[in-house]
T-cell receptor
Framework: DAGVIQSPRHEVTEMGQEVTLRCKLI?????LFWYRQTMMRGLELLIY????????DSGMPEDRFSAKMPNASFSTLKIQPSEPRDSAVYFC????????FGSGTRLTVV | SQKIEQNSEALNIQEGKTATLTCNYT??????LQWYRQDPGRGPVFLLL?????KEKRKERLKVTFDTTLKQSLFHITASQPADSATYLC????????????FGAGTRLAVHP
């Protein structure tokens, strides 16, 4: 997963606060994906981009979630305001044949 | 409804045996199917991709089959080792070109010495 770097690795925040998760691609790829993983629902696709353009955001749970990809090597996922049910591990991935996943951001909203 | 099913029960096998994991899907016609390995605290790692016109694919001790009639893929690890212990996820591309990949819940494999 050296090609996809996520930050922070862990985030603990209070309910109602804004959270921004970051994803950096080491080499430019034309596709970027945000997933969320929980024990109950497994890996869920939230949104994906092709050539920096959002293609499908039907997995974004609510308007509180937004994602941007300002250039070919960087993306953010923002939750505002955050809620305890948003607690999960959030993964960013890019596609090179198979998908390359980052190590994830473990978000805890208390 | 559309869904992907993997064995929810953990699979426990003895070292040296062949592990076989199952992935069934309904109401999809995927262009390809992929298998991933996930270790605790890590992101999924890509293992193999098999296309709809391929019956079988191999990579070292791994073998994947894809039966589009049965809507099923089997994932085999031969000569299993304790280091193969992990959760294995299958994933389908359901967008036919835009790479919209959805995942099964995964099967946990434990290989005992």
């Amino acid at each position: 997963d050296a090609g996809v770097i996520q930050s922070p690795r862990h985030e603990v925040t209070e309910m109602g606060q804004e959270v921004t998760l970051r994803c950096k691609l080491i080499s430019g790829h034309n596709s970027l994906f945000w997933y969320r993983q929980t024990m109950m629902r497994g890996l869920e696709l939230l949104i994906y981009f092709n050539n920096n353009v959002p293609i499908d955001d039907s997995g974004m749970p609510e308007d509180r979630f937004s994602a941007k990809m300002p250039n070919a090597s960087f993306s953010t996922l923002k939750i505002q305001p955050s809620e305890p049910r948003d607690s999960a591990v959030y993964f960013c991935a890019s596609r090179q044949g198979g998908y390359t996943f980052g190590s994830g951001t473990r978000l805890t909203v208390v | 409804s559309q869904k992907i099913e993997q064995n929810s029960e953990a699979l426990n096998i003895q070292e040296g045996k062949t592990a076989t994991l199952t992935c069934n899907y309904t109401n999809y016609s995927p262009a390809y199917l992929q298998w991933y390995r996930q270790d605790p605290g890590r992101g999924p790692v890509f293992l193999l991709l098999i296309r709809e016109n391929e019956k079988e694919k191999r990579k070292e001790r791994l073998k994947v089959t894809f039966d589009t009639t049965l809507k099923q893929s089997l994932f085999h690890i031969t000569a299993s080792q304790p280091a193969d212990s992990a959760t294995y996820l299958c994933a389908l591309d359901i967008s036919g070109g835009y790479n919209k990949l959805i995942f099964g819940a995964g099967t946990r494999l434990a290989v005992h010495p």
